[in-house]
């Protein structure tokens, strides 16, 4: 035999299998493990001209509130461990409209901005906010794709808020009469 055409013989349908299931198992734990984004205060706020004192614990609102009796929730599904992050309404973070939504409705607590959810989800984030519901009304740059923004009255805190991973549940409420 001549070593120089010489070639180990693997069934390529062996070889195509290992490599398919290779691919495969690296696609599923690339989707469902979580990963960590490290943001700076120059990627998740614009510098601005201004320099602001830090904000005292008790300055905070408090922007946790409990479902009325009367309200059913029933979570639809449950997402693991998103990134989030907390926007305002100043002009170095929106588009030319910044107190109004991309779905056309008027900013206010309980306003988030996803890319991966449909316009008037209901998302409940127990982990930070317990029961409290907040819904979809917001769009984020489209190179966010698995993302929440929560709108926040002032930048301080949003600042205070930065960048946390938790879960995330979409829920659908019903009102008992």
Not at 66 to 80: D, F, G, K, M, S
Not at 90 to 106: C, Q, V
Request: proline share 7%; no cysteine; glycine share 4%.
């Amino acid at each position: 035999m001549n070593p120089s055409t010489y070639s180990p013989t693997i069934p390529v349908s062996l070889i195509g299998r290992r490599l398919f299931v290779i691919t495969l198992v690296s696609a599923v734990l690339s989707v469902s493990l979580p990963t960590r984004a490290v943001a700076t205060d120059a990627d998740v706020f614009p510098v601005v001209a201004s320099v602001q004192a830090p904000v005292a614990e008790e300055e905070v609102a408090d922007y946790h509130f409990e479902v009325p009796q009367y309200t059913t929730v029933t979570v639809l599904r449950t997402y693991n461990y998103v990134p989030m992050t907390a926007y305002t309404s100043r002009p170095e973070e929106t588009d030319d409209t910044p107190f109004i939504t991309a779905d056309g409705s008027h900013v206010r607590d309980g306003i988030i901005a996803s890319n991966f959810l449909p316009f008037g989800t209901k998302v409940r984030i127990p982990e930070l906010y317990g029961d409290k519901i907040f819904e979809v009304h917001d769009r984020m740059n489209k190179r966010y794709t698995y993302k929440i923004d929560i709108w926040m009255e002032s930048l301080p805190e949003a600042r205070k808020f930065g960048v946390r991973f938790a879960h995330v549940e979409i829920v659908r409420t019903e009102t008992n009469k």
